[in-house]
């Protein structure tokens, strides 16, 4: 018997074995095979456990687990600017935690924010795996957020197969279009970049707040200026570049425990949801 509900994302048997491989994805897997038998009633919502066969239901369950593994980090990156955001302006209080960034990182502060609020039932995925699965393709924020996911875990990740999945789901799906991925894209890329940059800044503001000399950067920069004016203090090139060596090594030590925190899931994303929202209607608006 046909399934009356296919799934959108194919990866091939080698790409499921080379993610497999992946630690993170594994522990994921685990953890959420855990929740599933964990539950008192059936994982799968009384619609899709019906329409779906076995097989049907695996493929999603593992999509189900991509998903998760993907977007976890995302949260966590999301969680740590806004404690850094909240240590860096202490003295304003109800001032816009993004204002504690700059340029795109910004924007992007901005943009997790708002998709991690509207889309907090989803991407908890305590619920029916055909449902989470579906989702992803109710609006182009949704798409864009497992795009910039799948980006940032990088190819050598594993889930290179899965952004490919993503893509041939969009461009073969009736209401998006193969010419709707394009732009998409696009604006994926544009927005992994400010989540990128948004990274660096959380370190450069976290070693700055951690430092016991730690100056406000209008007096820090008025302090630079008036030494180098008055005092004619020579800064040794040889010194500046260990510096700045050393916080490179150190950026990437917090970018890689960032990512293995999260992957390692933190409290908020393990508690279980209610029943599922109802569905409704797919949206192609194009948000910034």
Known sequence: MSSETPCPFRVSLRDQIELE????????REQLRRQD?????????????HECDSSEQEAFRLHRDIIHTLLVPLFLINHQ?????????????GAEPERAFRGEARSAFAWLHCILIEEHDWYLTARCPTCIVLHVLHSEP??????????????????????????????????????????????????TDGVQQLVRQCHELRVNL???????????????????????IAIKPSSFARKQVKLSREEQRYRSSLVWNAWNCSREMRQPMGTAAPTQSRRRSMTS
């Open 142 to 191: 949704t798409i864009r957020f497992l795009t910039v996911a799948a980006q940032l875990a990088g190819a050598r990740s594993g889930f290179n197969c899965w952004l490919s999945a993503l893509e041939t789901a969009v461009r073969e799906d009736p209401f998006w279009g193969d010419a709707f991925w394009p732009e998409i894209e696009d604006r994926a890329s544009r927005l």
């Open 210 to 232: 951690d430092s016991p000399t730690f100056e406000t950067p209008s007096l820090a920069r008025a302090s630079t200026e008036y030494e180098t004016t008055s005092c004619k």
């Open 21 to 28: 491989r992946n630690e993170a994805f594994q522990a994921m």
């Open 81 to 93: 600017a806004e404690r850094i955001a909240a240590r860096a302006l202490p003295s304003k209080k």
């Open 37 to 49: 038998c964990g539950m008192e009633g059936p994982s799968f919502c009384s619609t899709h456990r």
